[in-house]
């Protein structure tokens, strides 16, 4: 499986949601993904093979349609909703629930 | 004996001299004490090293693209013409300093996370092209100082740690009322402009509404794209500057350019420069995609209880219309302090014209937004964007003097912590001697002594339970 992380300049705020993503993946128990950042300019490109694009709201609307699903993140520092949002994505039961 | 001494001798001269094998050494060592997987850690290093060599591709595109107009602005203005653009100047720069910027870095790294374990400035840095871009300019200026190779390295690296967890200490007043109490920090090298506008909008927007009670245009959310954003701000620019040049050139001048027609030139040089910054963008992209998750691996372990300091744009979903009034602001701030830099230089003054970087006031003039909305409401996020704009302008100019060969590069940092940091330590160090030494370890315990005052008055404590407080708002749109 193979997902983007975008952000306006794929340095700062999308490499910070690859290395939550991958926290994220690891307590969900996926071990099989590949996690790659992008910037807004060429995630559209980059998007065609992805599984999975996890971007802000705000960058979502520019981004448009993509091939695989595309998820928005609030707060890219708040983990839990990372997770969260990732297993539903995955079509992965919540934790606990 | 001597094969040893042979092969130590290989490694010091041949090896840690190479700027991109000994990224990948460090990356190497990383990787390994983080017990990865032979793969990711062979992986890794690769990409460590071709991010380096990538950087200098995009160099490359970039002063051939600004060259041109550096003497078509020289000729319009008899001044030099400078376009602030972090990426192109560390890329330029890498060429030279490659070597000493990555040992800075990793004194820098180290310097961090000690000051992090042992006073109460608890912040881990993680804004890896920022630690770059300031690694490269304290390279730059104490090498103009004179300074040896390692004396560069360790006072870089002590400089540079220290600012990474002062510029933090001092956002967060402002950070703890935009995030509303969220464990998290500013790590971005544009935070004096950011605690001006904050200050600013203190004393001048109480009682002013937020912005996000507002409706506003999302024009200008394109601009998110740096390559869309440094294309258009480059084809306005050359375009002004070769039609004007057009105007007072001789024939002879034009054709020493081009051969051809000069605007339609302009327009190719402009989309190079375009192409080389987004170049250099993915060479910073894949050093840093192996090393800061490394470093944020290893910081963890030694600080537990740290807080991250993270990129500007964590702050935008807090208040995005902020973020539009702040670039507008900070962009009118640069226009005007050029037309200011413009009349001086007819008073005699040399000061470099300091042409707008769509980029830095795009990410730092927005960010100055969401510093002064949280202050000010909508009148702190205009006065704030305004003066970011106003300060990073002044501060390029300033700043290029104490860069040596690099001040003629035609392009410079954009973003104010490289500038004013730049100045102060590049003047200090221009006295040489006991007084460079002295006048370093001053701004240093002055620059930490101000972090614990701040951190220790106004931030308190974080509180770990909170784990699931409030959401950004959202957009009123």
Redesign the interface.
Known sequence: MKILTV???????G??L??NT?EALKKIGVDDASVE?A???TAKGMGATADIVLT????A??LGQVKGTLVTV?????K?EIERKLREAMGRPQEGG | MDIIGGIARFIVEEILSQPALLLGLIVLVGLLALRKPAGEVIGGTLKAILGFVILGVGANAVVAALQPLGVMVLEVFGAQGVVPTNEAITGIAAGEFGTTVAWVMLVGFLVNLALARFTPLKYIF?????ILFMATMLAVVLSVAQLGDLAIVLAGGILLGTVMVVMPALGQPFMRRITND?P?AIG?FGTMGYILAGLAGKAFGSGSKSTEEMAFP?TF??L?????ATAVAMILIYLVFSIWFAQVATADQVAAITGGDLVVFGFTQALTFAAGV?VI?LG??TI??EI??AF?GIGSRIVPDAV?A?????T??FA?NAVLIGFVASFAGGLVSLGILALTNGLGLALALILPGM?PHF?TGGTAGVFGNATGGRIGATIGGFVNGVFITFGAAFLLPVMGELGFANTTFGDADFQWYGILIGNVANFGGAILWVGLAVIVAALLALGIWVQTRFVPPPRYEA??SA??V??TT
Do not use: W
């Not at chain 1, 952000?7 to 705020?13: D, N, S």
């Not at chain 1, 609030?74 to 708040?78: G, K």
């Not at chain 2, 993680?126 to 920022?130: K, V």
């Open positions: 952000c306006g300049m794929g340095l700062g705020t490499l910070l690859r290395m991958e950042v910037d807004i300019s802000s709201t705000e960058l609307e520019q609030q707060n890219f520092f708040d839990g | 993680l804004t890896g092209h920022h969220q998290v971005h999302k959310n394109f998110r794209d740096a390559m869309v987004a963008l910073v992209r840093l995609g800061v998750p944020a991250p993270l990129d500007c744009p964590i935008f979903p995005p980029v990410f784990e699931t959401e950004p959202a957009p």
